[in-house]
């Protein structure tokens, strides 16, 4: 594919979870148009005062910061009316008159075709094209489009178990209060009491299903970016098998406190864990434990699964010698917490030749949490560092060191 960069229309992705935010960018890649991404409602706000050739606005509805998307879309419509705007959302579902006027809304998880038509419909039949190559692709060139093909032809009926699934769901919900009611009343709570009980059960179960959605979303979109570059479909299933447990296992960890905060070094002791040896540990952390916040605890999560899959397969976990040394200090008059991640003993690194989905995981990362992320090609081996404000991952600014 090639696209002419004067004459492609750009299109403002405003997302804060960030596998999300990379589902969506490929979503608009697909639909023809070149993505422009920011993490909240402040910075897109931002881009669009900077510059002036964003045609689309495509914005998810919940999302930390002064203004959440509605509010943000709204703003977008006063004052730059020619945008058109998107707005999406697993729990919130807006009417037209709550709407900014000829906005579109769509439900999480995304349909991936029909969005695409729709981004196509508002803003234009998009500018990327086939370029004819030679006709002797070699094998993984070959798997790839076999890939590209066959998830053209799954993805309805992915989309459809999804549903399937969504719909479950909620007659479990259902079912779930109707029952905690019943109990309610066998054991002789109050009308007073129960309303006050059915309140709460209503703002849990409206969480719960808030966060299973959202799952699914996230779901989806690993399972699509896993297929989206694999050179087979075996390479894709491992991929998708491995990010998914390491999804489960921050999860987990996040239920052991209640979805309130956890220790950082927890977090990056049960994520590098299934990867350490038998007997010696391969993995060193040297840092002060601070509690971080559940969506720290998932990114945190997500990007380590990446570096440990990536030093394994060809990194310094690859060889019996090899180790990973994980430092991380607090600038106290910064504010700032930085995190390096150190190969060594293994061989030697050469960069890639292109940015997978991994690579484009933990950049985004730094995105995420308003810092900076740096991928460095040692010979000697490879260093992930990351550099952010303590207030995007700490549950105070303060930071206190866990006792």
Request: aromatic fraction near 4%.
């Amino acid at each position: 594919m090639s696209t002419d960069p004067d004459s492609v229309p750009n299109v403002l992705v405003v997302e804060d979870e960030m596998v999300l935010r990379m589902r969506a960018v490929d979503i608009v890649e697909d639909a023809g148009f070149h993505p422009v991404e920011a993490v909240n409602a402040d910075e897109a706000i931002s881009i669009l005062e900077s510059r002036s050739d964003i045609s689309l606005l495509f914005t998810d509805i919940q999302m930390p910061g002064s203004i959440d998307g509605l509010k943000l879309a709204h703003a977008v419509h006063e004052r730059w009316p020619s945008i058109k705007i998107i707005l999406v959302s697993g729990q919130v579902r807006p009417s037209d008159a709550e709407r900014p006027e000829n906005s579109r809304f769509f439900g999480k998880p995304l349909g991936v075709e029909q969005m695409i038509a729709e981004l196509q419909k508002m803003v234009g039949a998009g500018a990327l094209r086939i370029v004819p190559g030679p006709t002797d692709w070699r094998p993984a060139e070959q798997a790839l489009h076999a890939l590209a093909t066959a998830d053209s032809a799954v993805r309805p009926a992915q989309e459809a178990v999804l549903s399937a699934e969504n719909d479950s769901l909620r007659l479990l919900l259902e079912q779930a209060g109707i029952d905690a009611q019943a109990l309610l009343v066998q054991a002789g709570i109050d009308a007073e009491q129960r309303q006050a009980a059915d309140k709460l059960q209503k703002l849990i179960l409206g969480e719960l299903h808030h966060r299973v959605k959202n799952t699914l979303a996230m779901v989806s979109a690993i399972a699509s970016q896993s297929f989206r570059a694999a050179p087979t479909i075996e390479h894709g299933q491992k991929a998708m098998e491995g990010r998914l447990t390491a999804l489960g296992r921050a999860h987990d960890l996040l239920m052991q406190v209640s979805w309130a905060d956890a220790s950082l070094t927890h977090t990056l002791s049960s994520a590098t864990e299934p990867y350490d040896g038998q007997g010696d540990r391969r993995f060193h952390f040297n840092g002060p434990d601070i509690r971080i916040t559940s969506a720290a605890v998932i990114a945190l999560a997500m990007t380590v699964n990446e570096l440990c899959t990536n030093t394994t397969k060809f990194g310094a976990l690859s060889v019996p010698t090899g180790r990973v040394e994980i430092a991380w200090t607090i600038d106290e008059p910064k504010q700032r917490l930085r995190l390096v991640w150190m190969e060594r003993g293994g061989p030697a690194v050469e960069p890639p030749t292109r940015r997978s989905f991994g690579t484009r995981m933990m950049e985004s990362l730094g995105q995420q949490l308003t810092g900076r992320v740096q991928l460095a090609y040692e010979p000697a081996g490879f260093i992930y560092s990351l550099d952010v404000p303590l207030g995007s991952v700490a549950v105070s600014p303060e930071a206190v060191p866990l006792r």
